[in-house]
């Protein structure tokens, strides 16, 4: 059955509510004491935008490169790499995070997004050897072909 339930924030918003009258009873009291769901929200997007912004002053005085990928990767991406940089750099104060700095690929960051912070530098290692590597490879082919 549907109550109108008038909670903390003074919104009024309808919940459907099932089981005993006892448990109705339960959730009604305690959905007062919420904020409704587009106060709820609005609250978390404003949390979320004070932590980017707290990661960004953590990470503004670095030299990002961009990150590659399509439209949408790039928006996510920026978003994680931002947040465990600003985690690596204020935990970790003497931890190296080159690594880290030299992965432009919005899908690598996306992927390891939730990985531990030396598993991600680990990761990041990895990886800046292998674009070494590759990098390495391009120069000698290009050598060949201009002998």
Same mark, same amino acid.
């Given at each position: 059955?549907?109550? $109108? %339930? ?6 009024? #918003? /309808? !919940?459907?509510?099932? /089981? ?21 929200? =609005? ?6 935008? *004070? =932590? *980017?912004?707290? @990661? +960004? ?11 590659? /990928?399509?439209?949408? #990767?790039? &928006?996510? *991406? &920026?978003? %994680? $790499? ?6 690596? %750099? +204020? &935990? +970790?104060? /003497? ?10 690929? =919005?899908?690598?960051?996306?992927? $390891? ?18 674009? @070494? =590597?590759?990098?390495?490879?391009? &120069?000698?082919?290009?050598? !060949?072909?201009?002998?």
């Amino acid at each position: 059955m549907e109550q $109108r %339930i008038i909670h903390a924030c003074g919104h009024e #918003q /309808g !919940h459907y509510l099932t /089981g005993f009258d006892s448990q109705q009873e339960r959730k009604v009291k305690w959905l007062k004491t919420t904020s409704c769901r587009d106060c709820f929200v =609005a609250e978390k997007r404003a949390e979320e935008a *004070a =932590a *980017a912004a707290l @990661s +960004n002053a953590a990470i503004s005085h670095l030299d990002l490169p961009p990150l590659t /990928g399509t439209d949408r #990767q790039v &928006s996510w *991406a &920026s978003t %994680i $790499r931002t947040k465990r940089l600003a985690v690596l %750099i +204020n &935990s +970790n104060s /003497g931890v190296d995070c080159y690594a880290c700095l030299q992965v432009t690929d =919005a899908k690598w960051w996306i992927d $390891r997004r939730d990985l531990t912070d030396v598993d991600l530098m680990a990761a990041a290692a990895q990886a800046s050897e292998v674009q @070494s =590597a590759t990098a390495v490879t391009a &120069s000698i082919t290009d050598m !060949h072909r201009t002998a």
